[in-house]
């Protein structure tokens, strides 16, 4: 995993950086724009290039574990630095560091919108939504491209997306998931297994690794029965959370399809303001995923125990997963089978993706022709001059605010 770290011998130099660890992430948690991909360059530049918590080595391996496991890649990225550098009190440190900024601003934005009663008809939340249309189309063609280089996963894709499309049923996107993974495996070129040689005869591994395990089996097991026996109470909302935090491959614009079943699908929400929120988080920086704390404020119990909920039961089986995996990676690294079945599995999230962008673009268009226009804009601004997508969302919300009432 590449040279090791000044300093990491004992216990109490890493809990001396915890507070560097915490500074350095709120620093990038309020800096960081532009998605995964550009958090990854903002971590690479501040702590390889600059700090030299790890080497480059060490990062790239840290990087291609996390783009094999589900949930956010910045941020369990981010975690395992921490952890690196602090140990657990450090991979904490980064994690709050990194969240609190956006998640902060999207607890604001919600008490805004529950507190204005009709504020989603706003001119300038219309053209929230419709940036995050825009962001959403980027967001497929990129993703595909990176996850769908040839035709058998492209077919995966493909085949998620319709399904999704023309059925509609609670618990549908997991199963879609399910399905892609499998099906990546039973169809595998031969000559992928060759490249990769078979794993070490015999390995030896902490046990904290397999009681992660075991939580983040146990709680995706046990959520949904507490869930069903107290319908009314805030299991629900962590059992919904949790259960999305664990199914997300790729991270990022990938959690929209399953947050918008795990909330608008279930009435709990309006899609008008999900979208609302959605497009409000491209122009915030730090990881997407503390949306989750607006929906959380929003969704009885609501409030600000509300969105620490969302937030820490989507966020719960990543960090759970990063460190059940960690000390395995040399291990899984080598076994052709679970690279196939990851391959699957990202494929068939494309597929889920696009079908939400198909879903949001028909609405769009049947609802007010005239608002696609300005989604189309933007989407060109976006894919083919290069604007920054927070400067689209911020641009798309002036347009709404001058011409949409």
């Not at 063609?141 to 280089?149: F, G, H, N, V």
């Not at 169809?187 to 397999?210: L, N």
């Amino acid at each position: 995993m590449g040279a090791p770290i000044a300093g990491e011998a004992g216990v109490e130099g890493r809990s001396r950086r915890t507070g560097e660890v915490f500074r350095v992430f709120l620093k990038l948690g309020c800096t960081s724009f532009g998605g995964p991909v550009a958090h990854l360059g903002y971590f690479q530049n501040e702590l390889v290039a600059r700090r030299r918590w790890v080497d480059e080595e060490a990062y790239a391996n840290l990087v291609s574990l996390c783009q094999f496991l589900p949930g956010p890649l910045s941020s369990q990225v981010g975690l395992a630095l921490g952890w690196k550098r602090a140990g657990w009190k450090g991979a904490l440190a980064a994690w709050l560091g990194f969240t609190l900024p956006s998640a902060a601003l999207m607890i604001v934005l919600a008490y805004g919108l529950r507190s204005f009663g009709g504020l989603e008809h706003a001119g300038w939340v219309q053209g929230l939504r419709l940036a995050a249309l825009a962001v959403v189309a980027e967001a497929v063609i990129l993703m595909a491209r990176q996850l769908c280089p040839d035709a058998p996963r492209s077919a995966i894709a493909l085949a998620a997306a319709l399904v999704l499309c023309v059925f509609s049923a609670p618990g549908l996107p997991p199963l879609i998931i399910a399905a892609g993974a499998v099906a990546a495996l039973a169809i595998r070129p031969r000559s992928r297994a060759r490249q990769h040689p078979g794993p070490p005869t015999a390995a030896v591994f902490p046990a904290y690794s397999f009681v992660c395990l075991g939580l983040f089996l146990g709680l995706l097991a046990v959520l949904p029965g507490l869930a069903h026996l107290w319908p009314a109470s805030a299991w629900r909302v962590a059992d919904a959370f949790y259960r999305t935090g664990a199914l997300v491959f790729g991270g990022g614009h990938v959690v929209l399809p399953l947050l918008r079943e795990a909330t608008v699908a279930r009435g709990w929400l309006r899609e008008e303001t999900f979208l609302a929120g959605y497009g409000a988080a491209q122009a915030l920086p730090g990881p997407l995923f503390a949306f989750s704390a607006f929906l959380g404020a929003l969704i009885a119990p609501g409030g600000i125990g509300g969105a620490f909920l969302a937030l820490t039961a989507i966020y719960l089986p990543a960090g759970l997963i990063l460190f059940a995996a960690l000390p395995h990676w040399e291990y899984l690294q080598r076994l052709p089978r679970a690279r196939a079945l990851l391959d699957g599995a990202n494929a068939a999230v494309v597929g889920l993706l696009g079908a939400a962008l198909a879903g949001l673009t028909w609405t769009t268009a049947s609802a007010a022709p005239q608002h696609l226009l300005l989604s189309l804009a933007a989407f060109a601004a976006l894919h083919f001059w290069r604007w920054p997508s927070w400067l689209i969302v911020l641009a798309c919300a002036g347009v709404g605010a001058a011409c949409f009432r």
